[in-house]
Nanobody, 117 residues
């Protein structure tokens, strides 16, 4: 599956962004999809995920500001981010694991989020 992350940009601290993860030639309902980020100077880390069942999870430190959702009609998984902080600046990626064969999608280029203070 090919995934495309988009929706990043420049936002002021306290603002919001919604990132999109679009799947080509695949049904996102048949994948566990996760959002990850790489902030400057750190390794890529998990942000939030949605299982094929619809169960959602977010890393504890972000759960009060970030949420993940899925839209079957557009075959897209979203990451809604609110009350953004400068520490949220980084490149955001999505990835997916097939529920059929556990194959993992490639990372893709990600989308840059820059939060100005």
């Amino acid at each position: 599956v090919q995934l495309q992350a988009s929706g990043g940009g420049l936002v002021q601290a306290g603002g919001s962004l919604r990132l999109s993860c679009s799947a080509s030639e695949a049904n996102v309902n048949l994948y566990h999809v996760g959002w990850y980020r790489r902030v400057p100077g750190q390794e890529r880390t998990y942000v939030a995920g949605i299982l094929a069942t619809g169960y959602t999870n977010a890393t504890a430190s972000l759960a009060d500001r970030f949420s993940i959702s899925r839209d079957s009609a557009s075959n897209t998984v979203f990451l809604q981010m609110s009350n953004l902080k400068s520490d949220d600046t980084g490149v955001y990626y999505c990835n997916a694991i097939s529920i059929h064969d556990a194959s993992v999608a490639g990372w893709g280029q990600g989308t840059q989020v820059t939060v100005s203070s």
